[in-house]
């Protein structure tokens, strides 16, 4: 079973830049995937930003060119930068195991909020 920290997140200025971490533990198979979704109350989560099983890191058209993600096989990091309102949203780390089938992980949420 896997266990998703993150940590970073909380609040900044229009502007601004953040880093949010999500490191994993327990008892892990590989991880072929993972990355970041957030979500905005009574929304949908949306994918934002990961690395895929061939390695490529891609990133959503709304967040392209200010995020950067990293990831190492049981840790990766978000780089927030130039931050805008509309990023305010809580944000959830995933990974995705090589188990049969594929098992997804999740973090607990991480708030990053967004105001003057």
């Known amino acids: 079973q896997v266990q998703l920290v993150e940590s970073g997140g909380g609040s900044a200025q229009p502007g601004g830049s953040l880093r949010l971490s999500c490191a994993a533990s327990?008892?892990?198979?590989?991880?072929?995937?993972q990355g970041w979704y957030r979500q905005v109350p009574g929304s949908q989560r949306d994918w934002i930003a990961g690395?895929?099983?061939?390695?490529s890191i891609d990133y959503a058209d709304s967040v392209k060119g200010r995020f950067t993600f990293s990831a190492g096989p049981r840790k990766n990091t978000m780089y927030l930068n130039s931050l805008r309102v509309d990023d305010t949203a809580v944000y959830y780390c995933?990974?995705?195991?090589?188990?049969?089938?594929?098992?997804?992980?999740w973090g607990q949420g991480t708030q990053v909020t967004v105001r003057q």
């Open positions: 327990g008892t892990i198979i590989s991880i072929y995937e």
């Open positions: 690395i895929s099983s061939d390695g």
């Open positions: 995933y990974m995705t195991e090589a188990s049969d089938p594929p098992h997804t992980s």
